[in-house]
Structures are given as C-alpha cells and as structure tokens.
C-alpha cells in the first residue's frame, strides 16, 4: 500500500468527555510497528502503549530474580506481581519496574534472545493482556484515546478497537531494519544473531498468536517497499478513512 504525496489529516481529537481514538497495529518483527506506531501517536495527539516492552520487563525482572525461565508457574507469578509502570506519552515513552528505569535494559541483546520463553507462557500472556485491556479501557473511556501495538492486539486484546491495522514486510526488509534499529554491524556472526531474533522470535511466538495473517475487518499495509514517513502516512490513511466511514454510518442512522 503506498500513500500518496501528502499526509491525510489526521483524525479529530474526541472532545472531552467523548469515547477516545483506538488504533491497533499488529506485525511481526522488524515491520516497523513501534517507531511507526508512536509516529501516529504523536501526530494524533493519542498515547501510545508498546505491549512488548511488557514482555520485556517480565523477562528483565525474572533474570534479576533469578527465575528459571522454563518453570512456567514461577514466570507466570512474576508477571502477576511485577510492578510495572508504563509511560505512554509517545514522544518519551517510559518502563519502569518499582522505581527502576528499565527501558534501556530491556532492549538488549540478552532480553531478545530469551524474551519468547516468556511470551509464550500462556499465564503470563492472560495476565499481561488483562493489564493492556486495562490501559486500553482507560484510555477509549477518559477520552485520551491510544496506539496499542504488539503481536495479538487486533484479535485478541483490542478485537474491538476503531482502527485495526496488520503492518508487515518482506523478510529481507524486516531483518535490515531490525540491524538498522540496534545498530548492529554487518559481520557474519552479528547478522546471524539479528536474523535468529527476528526469525526464530517470530516462529516462537506464532505459536501463541498470529501476526503474520489479518483477520476480518483488519487492514494490511506492507511497508516492504515504504520508507518510514511513507508508512507513517498509509497508517494515517487508514486511520482517517476508518474513522470517516465511522462517523458516516453514525450519521446515516
């Protein structure tokens, strides 16, 4: 899907008082799905909810512990007490675990390497859905509106979200991305190691859910020949055209 020259305008802000926005992006990884997401965040005056970074900072918080990862009762009690702070401004979007800082921690390669032990723990996935409906409910509710993006948010935690959308790539794209984003170098070894995260991650969690395929009423984008403003706008467009064809049938009523 490529957007023409210009950005749409961007979807009205809900006056206060009023259901807020929700947009939810699914994808794999190294779609694009963050940065882009926070980008539509920012441009839509919406908050912006990175349900990875949950996953991440349960996995964080058992290697601290010194939880085993394979014992699935123990990972799933850590994410059932973790105290997990979320900022969802998208500007400087923000982790926490009790008073600690851990948005630089959980982007590391050592959490990318065994995060999926934790993502497919289906206790753990039950109770940090449970969390993201929470924020997702708070913000549709208070009028704030948000992006929620993750692996499963347009079928399972948001099915009912305004906006659905499923942003994916070609392979190749994905895992130049994904070296781009860590800043990784291009030897042998690193590469092998970016495309074991991207690949075996995603054939990890597919076992759990499904972020390759859209489901009815999802829109796809695939960005594989997009660059970052491109996709930016298609999701804009998306957005703008589901909500106008939203507010349409209100009005036809």
Same mark, same amino acid.
């Given at each position: 899907?490529?957007?023409?020259?210009?950005?749409?305008?961007?979807?009205?802000?809900?006056?206060?008082?009023?259901?807020?926005?929700?947009?939810?992006?699914?994808?794999?990884?190294?779609?694009?799905?963050?940065?882009?997401?926070?980008?539509?965040?920012?441009?839509?005056?919406?908050?912006?909810?990175?349900?990875?970074?949950?996953?991440?900072?349960?996995?964080?918080?058992?290697?601290?512990?010194?939880?085993?990862?394979?014992?699935?009762?123990?990972?799933?009690?850590?994410?059932?007490?973790?105290?997990?702070?979320?900022?969802?401004?998208?500007?400087?979007?923000?982790?926490?675990?009790?008073?600690?800082?851990?948005?630089?921690?959980?982007?590391?390669?050592?959490?990318?390497?065994?995060?999926?032990?934790?993502?497919?723990?289906?206790?753990?996935?039950?109770?940090?859905?449970?969390?993201?409906?929470?924020?997702?409910?708070?913000?549709?509710?208070?009028?704030?509106?948000?992006?929620?993006?993750?692996?499963?948010?347009?079928?399972?935690?948001?099915?009912?979200?305004?906006?659905?959308?499923?942003?994916?790539?070609?392979?190749?794209?994905?895992?130049?991305?994904?070296?781009?984003?860590?800043?990784?170098? $291009?030897? %042998?070894? &690193?590469?092998? *190691?970016?495309?074991?995260? !991207?690949? +075996?991650?995603?054939? =990890?969690?597919? /076992?759990?859910?499904?972020?390759?395929?859209?489901?009815?009423?999802?829109?796809?984008?695939?960005?594989?020949?997009? $660059?970052? %403003?491109? &996709?930016?706008? *298609?999701?804009?467009?998306? !957005?703008? +055209?589901?909500?106008? =064809?939203?507010? /349409?049938?209100?009005?036809?009523?």
């Amino acid at each position: 899907m490529r957007p023409g020259g210009s950005t749409p305008d961007p979807a009205p802000a809900p006056a206060s008082g009023t259901r807020g926005l929700v947009v939810a992006v699914d994808g794999p990884s190294g779609s694009g799905k963050s940065s882009v997401s926070r980008a539509v965040a920012q441009r839509l005056g919406l908050a912006y909810l990175d349900t990875g970074a949950m996953y991440r900072a349960v996995t964080w918080w058992c290697l601290e512990q010194g939880t085993d990862l394979a014992d699935l009762p123990a990972v799933a009690e850590a994410a059932r007490t973790i105290d997990l702070r979320l900022g969802t401004e998208p500007a400087a979007p923000t982790v926490h675990v009790g008073e600690t800082d851990v948005a630089g921690a959980i982007r590391e390669r050592e959490i990318s390497a065994v995060v999926s032990a934790v993502a497919t723990n289906l206790e753990v996935r039950a109770e940090l859905q449970r969390r993201q409906r929470a924020i997702i409910a708070t913000a549709a509710t208070d009028g704030s509106g948000v992006v929620a993006e993750g692996r499963d948010i347009t079928t399972v935690v948001a099915p009912g979200a305004d906006v659905r959308v499923l942003l994916t790539a070609h392979e190749d794209a994905r895992l130049r991305r994904r070296s781009e984003q860590d800043r990784v170098g $291009d030897d %042998e070894e &690193t590469l092998r *190691a970016t495309r074991d995260q !991207v690949l +075996r991650r995603d054939r =990890d969690d597919a /076992t759990v859910s499904e972020f390759h395929t859209a489901a009815d009423g999802v829109v796809t984008i695939d960005s594989s020949e997009l $660059d970052f %403003e491109q &996709t930016v706008a *298609a999701v804009l467009t998306v !957005v703008h +055209r589901t909500t106008a =064809d939203q507010s /349409t049938r209100e009005v036809s009523r």
